[in-house]
Each structure stands twice: as C-alpha cells, then as structure tokens.
C-alpha cells in the first residue's frame, strides 16, 4: 500500500475544516511512507509546513480560483479523457466497478473520476497496482503539472510527486510548448463560453449493452487529454 496517495488525495481535494483540524496528523504521516526517498519526505513535510501558515478561507480561495474555473486545471480525469462525449458515461460506470471491487463506497456526490478519490482508490490496492494506476494517468499528471508550474501555483509540487511515483518517464517538451502557447480558459470571458455551452450529462448512457462496459481496460489505452497530442510524450524526460 502506498500511504503518501492517501496523503496526497487530501491535499488534493477542497481544504474544509476537518483537513485543517487534522492536517498535522498528514504531516506526521509522511514518516511513514516507506515509498518516498528522504528528499522527497522533506520537501512534503515543508509543502505540508508552508500550506498550513495560510488560513483557510485563503486556501479555499486558492483552490477554487485554480480548480473551479475553467476546464485546464480540472480534477475530473475523464475531463481530460473524453471531454463532452458520452463514452464518459461508460468510463464513470467502469471505473465504478473497479473500486467496488477494491471495496471502495462512493456517496452520492463524488463523481468517480475525481483526482483525489481516484488515488484514494490506488492507496488500497497493491503498490503494483497502484504504479500501474499512476502510469495510466502519467499524460493527464504531466499536463497538470506544467499548467500550475505555468502559473506558479504550489499545487504543481504534488503533481510532480505523483510523476515521480509512476514508472514511465514523459518527454515534457511537447507539453512545456503547448502550455506557453494554450490561451487561459480562466477569464471572465472565456468563463462565459463554458456557461453558454451544454450542459454535460455524465451517466446518461447507462443502460449500454453490458458488452461496452469493459471497452476502458486502462486510462492509457484511451487518453488523448483535451488541448495536448499525447502521441508526442513518449521517450525520457
């Protein structure tokens, strides 16, 4: 098992007043992760450190202004996956199944392909599996990574971490490009393009026939992230 995923899936998600509470117990946790080198335990000890001086209300205000507005910076995987298609129905019923499997229950707000419950999930499986879970993912991280590395937020430490942890290496190249060159989908007026856009309907297909719901064995066989070509990623860093 890999705790520093637990530990990260809650760095990840919405800071609310039980993760500022209890956020010293991440801290003292981070010891124990037997898969991080040192430095890698020291500079998420001081990511932790530096992350806890803020209030909460200003750590609220960061994540939505990061994560809420827009789709670049999206949290849900399958945003990234298949956008506005409606494969993205089938996915969400797939991966359902894989954490019920695991023993993983959802309630009814979560929506399955979110980033932190996503490594919830690999933090309960095997550490094999769990790299094999990073792997898949290791284009939609790598994206991720360099948008908040392009605007300067500290969020792009866990992503890198999390990169770190999978077994592939990326040529980053291609994606430091595209990201210079991608306009923001956060201002006002590109926020009002989202709005004006159909509404997405997640679970609308899910009366498929039954032969469908294995057509997503891995991330990896089908990603193709919105606003990157990821046949371009192959090959070391």
């Not at 996503?118 to 769990?130: C, G, H, M």
Request: charged content about 25%; glycine content about 2%; aromatic content about 8%.
């Amino acid at each position: 098992m890999m705790l520093s995923l637990r530990i990260i899936s809650r760095l990840l998600d919405y800071p609310n007043e039980e993760l500022w509470l209890h956020i010293h117990e991440l801290a003292e946790a981070v010891s124990e992760c037997s898969e991080l080198t040192e430095q890698q335990r020291q500079t998420l000890n001081s990511w932790i450190d530096e992350y806890r001086q803020q209030s909460l209300f200003d750590a609220q205000a960061q994540y939505c202004a990061l994560f809420d507005r827009g789709r670049a910076l999206s949290l849900l995987l399958f945003e990234h996956v298949h956008g506005q298609s409606r494969d993205r129905g089938q996915a969400m019923i797939d991966l359902l199944e894989q954490y019920q499997t695991a023993g993983l229950q959802l309630n009814a707000k979560e929506l399955p392909d979110h980033l932190p419950l996503y490594l919830e999930y690999l933090a309960i499986v095997p550490q094999a599996e769990a790299i094999q879970g990073l792997d898949d993912i290791v284009p939609i991280l790598s994206l991720l990574a360099e948008r908040l590395n392009h605007r300067q937020s500290r969020y792009a430490f866990l992503m890198t971490l999390l990169l770190e942890l999978a077994s592939i290496d990326v040529n980053l190249a291609p994606i430091v490009d595209k990201v210079r060159q991608e306009p923001r989908d956060d201002t006002p007026q590109a926020l009002d393009q989202v709005w004006e856009e159909e509404q997405v309907t997640f679970m609308d297909n899910a009366d498929c026939d039954s032969q469908t719901k294995h057509h997503q064995r891995r991330f990896a066989d089908r990603i193709q992230p919105q606003y990157l070509d990821v046949s371009q990623l192959a090959g070391g860093q």
